[in-house]
């Protein structure tokens, strides 16, 4: 559960970031971050067109640089777009300054109000500035589809497990992640739809 559920520290720690929904509607959130990539943004929109969902997709703004037929996919089907910064950075490895400049290159590709960070951390002052800027979303689960540890079957345990009303699922649209989401994905949807779940996406 540490892993796959945000701790109360860091919910503390950001407490304008948006971490679930509305605990009384029975909905989930389903996200993707760090695509668009060929090699799994296909399967993801296909797999959600098949069930008549809507997700959002968190981006990095030099994967829609390379691959901007993707990006506009996504768009065309309605679905949700959230800005993951341009290059995938790590909130404590770079200065404030470059961060936040990262974040707006990505968002001249991206045109998202939505933002979250790589790996789900940022310096407060990070936090501070694009939080003018961008509704911050989090996660109240994440499914831990990048990890080589876990099996198709651990992702979908995970969903089941942890998965409670206004819950944000995170998925991930990258290599690590597609081999599991090939069954992990429409496993998971069909478990959620079983348990009568509504499928929402961020306004």
Same mark, same amino acid.
């Given at each position: 559960?540490?892993? *796959?559920?945000?701790?109360?520290?860091? @919910?503390?720690?950001?407490?304008?970031? %948006?971490?679930?929904?509305?605990?009384?509607?029975?909905?989930?959130?389903? +996200?993707?971050?760090?695509?668009?990539?060929?090699?799994?943004?296909?399967? %993801?929109?296909? +797999?959600?067109?098949?069930?008549? =969902? !809507?997700?959002?997709?968190?981006?990095?703004?030099?994967?829609?640089? !390379?691959?901007?037929?993707?990006?506009?996919? %996504?768009?065309?089907?309605?679905?949700?777009?959230?800005?993951?910064?341009?290059?995938?950075?790590?909130?404590?490895?770079?200065?404030?300054?470059?961060? =936040? %400049?990262?974040?707006? /290159?990505?968002? $001249?590709?991206?045109?998202?109000?939505?933002?979250?960070?790589?790996?789900?951390?940022?310096?407060?002052?990070?936090?501070?500035?694009?939080? /003018?800027?961008?509704? =911050?979303?989090?996660?109240?689960?994440?499914? @831990?589809?990048?990890?080589?540890?876990? +099996?198709? *079957?651990?992702?979908?345990?995970?969903? /089941? @497990?942890?998965?409670?009303?206004?819950? =944000? &699922?995170?998925?991930?649209?990258?290599?690590?992640?597609?081999?599991?989401?090939? +069954?992990?994905?429409?496993?998971? &949807?069909?478990?959620? !739809?079983? $348990?009568?779940?509504?499928? !929402? &996406?961020? *306004?």
């Amino acid at each position: 559960m540490i892993l *796959e559920q945000p701790s109360f520290w860091l @919910r503390w720690l950001f407490p304008r970031a %948006i971490w679930r929904m509305d605990k009384n509607e029975r909905s989930v959130y389903l +996200t993707f971050d760090d695509g668009p990539i060929p090699e799994s943004t296909p399967f %993801i929109l296909e +797999t959600l067109a098949r069930y008549g =969902i !809507k997700a959002t997709f968190f981006m990095v703004g030099d994967n829609v640089r !390379k691959y901007p037929e993707l990006y506009q996919q %996504i768009v065309d089907a309605g679905h949700q777009v959230g800005n993951h910064t341009h290059n995938h950075l790590g909130a404590f490895k770079h200065w404030t300054t470059t961060y =936040i %400049i990262n974040t707006f /290159k990505a968002n $001249e590709l991206i045109h998202a109000h939505l933002f979250r960070p790589p790996h789900g951390v940022m310096r407060h002052s990070e936090y501070y500035w694009l939080g /003018k800027e961008f509704k =911050i979303v989090m996660w109240d689960l994440v499914t @831990r589809d990048y990890s080589k540890w876990m +099996t198709a *079957e651990d992702v979908v345990n995970n969903v /089941k @497990r942890y998965a409670r009303n206004g819950s =944000i &699922i995170t998925f991930h649209d990258s290599l690590k992640s597609i081999d599991k989401l090939q +069954t992990a994905l429409p496993e998971s &949807i069909e478990w959620l !739809k079983s $348990e009568g779940y509504e499928f !929402k &996406i961020f *306004e």
